[in-house]
C-alpha cells in the first residue's frame, strides 16, 4: 500500500493551497482517510478525514470553514482543500488511512492508522 502526498509549498498568508493524497496498493471502501500536520517540535495533529464508503466528513475547530477534504473515487486521490491559510498552519501534512474497528473510526489516536504517506511541506508566510 502507497499513500503519496503532493500540492505543498509557499504562500502568502490568507492564501489557498491544495493537496492531493494519491492511494494505490488495495481498496480503501472501509477505510477513513485523513490528512494530519506536524509542525517542527510538535505532536502530529488531526486536521480532516473522510469516510471513503460515504463521503461524510469530519474537521477538529481548528480547520473548520477553512479546509475541505474530499474523494475521488474513479482516481483512488483524496485532497484537501486549505483556504484561508495562516502562519500557524505550517507543518509537514500528511495522508493516513485507517481500517474500519467495528464501524468505528478513532480519528485522533495516531496507531489507529494503518497506512501513512511520506508528507508534503506547507509553508505559510506572513
Known amino acids: 500500500v502507497l499513500l503519496v502526498e503532493s500540492g505543498g509549498g509557499l504562500v502568502q498568508a490568507g492564501g489557498s493551497l491544495r493537496l492531493s493524497c494519491a492511494a494505490s496498493?488495495?481498496?480503501?471502501?472501509?477505510?477513513?482517510m485523513a490528512w494530519f500536520r506536524q509542525a517542527p517540535g510538535k505532536e502530529r495533529n488531526f486536521v480532516a478525514g473522510?469516510?471513503?464508503?460515504?463521503?461524510?466528513?469530519f474537521y477538529p475547530d481548528s480547520v473548520k470553514g477553512r479546509f475541505t477534504i474530499s474523494r475521488d473515487n474513479t482516481k483512488n486521490t483524496v485532497g484537501l482543500q486549505m483556504n484561508g491559510l495562516k502562519p500557524e498552519d505550517t507543518a509537514i501534512y500528511y495522508c493516513?488511512?485507517?481500517?474500519?474497528?467495528?464501524?468505528?473510526?478513532?480519528?485522533?489516536?495516531?496507531?489507529?492508522?494503518?497506512?501513512w504517506g511520506q508528507g508534503t511541506q506547507v509553508t505559510v508566510s506572513s
Open positions: 493516513a488511512a485507517q481500517s474500519s474497528r467495528g464501524g468505528r473510526y478513532y480519528f485522533t489516536d495516531l496507531n489507529s492508522y494503518d497506512y
Open positions: 496498493g488495495r481498496t480503501f471502501s472501509n477505510y477513513l
Open positions: 473522510i469516510d471513503w464508503s460515504d463521503g461524510t466528513t
